[in-house]
């Protein structure tokens, strides 16, 4: 069984770093072909994908916040951790991970945390 | 690369009812399909060309035809009442999300 939770503070202040921690088991990210993804939603609006990393240390980040984030893996502790800097309460959202799998040209996500609520706000 | 989907779409009870993905990307790459209900993780329900989860109806089915891919639910159920994700990749590696489709079963 394949299982994710998102870990980090609940409440930032404004231009502070947020760091947020995704911790899996049931996979590995030695494995090719597989990811861990940072997806965020802000209340009430829709999903936004911020980043990913790969198996072989591929990353990608959101061109809108790439500027912004950092992400990393530390495949000995089944971890990927997502750094933000300069938060603002517009970054006020649920943050989710979720394994990324790849697949014969084809991606997707699955499953994901549950989900993390980030509250930016002085 | 954007990803274009309706607001809002309703359906009657058993009937069928299709939610559509539009982009420049899905002429080169396939959209993956997620369910969220209120207070909920999104779910995977539709992935690759047509390919259900493990546990997902099979009255979910997807396609996709130039630059739009489609989520089609043939005879909706009260329970599919959610928002609906497409999700695709572009060129650069990105992993952009659409909109959201807030689907209504009447």
């Known amino acids: 069984q394949i299982t994710l939770k998102e870990s980090g503070p609940t409440l930032v202040k404004p231009t502070q770093t947020l760091t947020l921690t995704c911790t899996f088991s049931g996979f590995s990210l030695r494995t090719s072909g597989v990811g861990v993804g940072w997806i965020r939603q802000p209340p009430g609006k829709a999903l936004e994908w911020l980043a990913v990393?790969?198996?072989?240390?591929?990353?990608r980040y959101s061109p809108s916040l790439k500027s912004r984030l950092t992400i990393t893996k530390d495949t000995s502790k089944n971890q990927v951790v997502l750094t933000m800097t300069n938060m603002d309460p517009v970054d006020t959202a649920t943050y989710f991970c979720a394994q990324r799998l790849f697949v014969s040209g084809s991606g997707w996500f699955d499953p994901w945390g549950q989900g993390t609520l980030v509250t930016v706000s002085s | 690369s954007e990803l274009t989907q309706d607001p809002a779409v309703s359906v009657a009870l058993g009937q069928t009812v299709r939610i559509t993905c539009q982009g420049d990307s899905l002429r080169n790459y396939y959209a993956s399909w997620y369910q969220q209900k209120p207070g909920q993780a999104p779910i995977l329900v539709i992935y690759g060309k047509n390919n259900r989860p493990s546990g997902i109806p099979d009255r979910f089915s997807g396609s996709s035809s130039g630059n739009t891919a489609s989520l089609t639910i043939t005879g909706a159920q009260a329970e599919d009442e959610a928002d609906y994700y497409c999700n695709s990749r572009d060129r650069s590696g990105n992993l952009p999300f659409g909109g959201g489709t807030k689907l209504t079963v009447l």
């Open positions: 990393i790969y198996w072989d240390d591929d990353k």
